[in-house]
């Protein structure tokens, strides 16, 4: 099974970025999605982006035309750029590859 390590979380102000990173242990290149999920205290864990093959992208609408979803192959690397946060986008994110899950980073968004 694919291990996967997420960073690049923080704490950042209303308004910032942060780009989060998901890499796994092994090639990604035949691994057919891959999901960005996010769970804030006391809430459901729920859908934040998703890349295909494609590759094609999809987003919550939630977060869509503020987050963008990437992924470079070379580095067996899906990439998760945050702009314009906003307090509600405070989370644990998380990211799932096939059926593993890493253990996710904390995002903050504080003034």
């Known amino acids: 099974q694919v291990q996967i390590v997420e960073s690049g979380g923080g704490l950042v102000q209303p308004g910032g970025s942060l780009r989060l990173s998901c890499t796994a242990s092994r090639d990604i290149i035949n691994i057919n999605t891959v999901y960005w999920y996010r769970q804030a205290p006391g809430k459901q864990r729920e859908f934040v982006a998703l890349i295909g093959s494609a590759p094609v992208t999809d987003y919550a609408a939630s977060v869509k035309g503020r987050f963008t979803i990437s992924r470079d192959v070379d580095k067996n690397t899906v990439y998760l750029q945050m702009n314009k946060l906003k307090p509600e986008d405070t989370a644990v994110y998380l990211c799932?590859?096939?059926?593993?899950w890493g253990q996710g980073t904390q995002v903050t968004v504080s003034s």
């Open positions: 799932k590859m096939e059926t593993a």
